[in-house]
């Protein structure tokens, strides 16, 4: 509360006036503001911690080795990170930062269309012999817009499983399920192993960027992705790459 406090005059002259001296005492602010900070503390949603699904192999299912191959080369998407390069095969720092390329395979490296198309006779020079007008790794980009975008690749793949996801994630923007109800549901759609869906299995060069790498996790997650996984190139990858950089100096 503020007060006044008053000081006497001297007594000299009829129009002298009084001195006045004011007193506020902040006491009271300072319970208020632990009021307030309370009342924020108790009101205000905290940040959930963020962290990433990781997909767990089921044991439901006794598969042979054999069965185990074929579902693999049957859903198996490779997608590679790299940074764009220049026509001696460095990388391209010309604009100042590492601008990411991304290219993609389906299936077995060493085929295509079921022809052989890598010579591992010399582990240290896979010899790639691909027929005229084909290609086993194609360029996609980041750009979402596109139709040769990355994404748009993913939802082509995960079709059946965006398709029962939608009408979940329709519920859920109009409020008629909560984000709990929502993720439980779509988790379960994500495990029918009825449903055709993808493998995808991430690899980086050493040009790439950590943030492509984020980027494409993010992707995973956007689109519903059951089984994904991180690996490192193999030589099959690296001849593939090199093979399909050549050829789009």
Do not use: W
Not at 23 to 47: A, E, K, Y
Not at 119 to 129: L, S
Request: overall charge neutral.
């Amino acid at each position: 509360m503020a007060q006044i406090e008053s000081g006497g005059g001297n007594g000299k002259g009829k129009n002298h006036q009084k001195k006045m001296t004011i007193r506020v005492d902040f006491t009271p602010m300072v319970d208020m503001n632990m009021l307030l900070i309370t009342f924020f503390m108790l009101c205000t949603t905290m940040i959930k911690t963020q962290t990433l699904n990781i997909a767990l192999p089921s044991n439901k299912e006794n598969l042979n080795t054999e069965q185990m191959n074929q579902a693999s080369a049957k859903d198996a998407v490779t997608i590679i990170l790299d940074a764009k390069r220049l026509a001696n095969g460095q990388v391209d720092t010309t604009s100042g930062a590492i601008i990411p390329e991304i290219y993609y395979y389906e299936g077995k490296p060493n085929e295509v269309d079921g022809q052989i198309i890598l010579d591992e006779a010399n582990p240290e020079n896979i010899v790639v012999n691909l027929p005229a007008g084909k290609e086993k790794i194609q360029k996609s980009s980041f750009d979402m817009a596109s139709k040769d975008g990355i994404r748009h690749f993913i939802i082509d793949r995960n079709k059946s499983v965006l398709e029962k996801i939608e009408p979940l994630r329709k519920e859920f923007r109009e409020g008629k399920m909560k984000q709990a109800e929502f993720d439980s549901l779509a988790k379960i759609v994500r495990g029918d192993e009825t449903l055709e869906k993808p493998v995808i299995i991430i690899k980086a060069t050493d040009a790439a960027s950590y943030g492509s790498v984020v980027a494409l996790l993010d992707e995973m997650q956007i689109n519903q992705i059951a089984k994904y996984q991180i690996d490192n190139l193999t030589a099959q990858d690296k001849a593939l790459l090199e093979n399909y950089q050549s050829r789009h100096k």
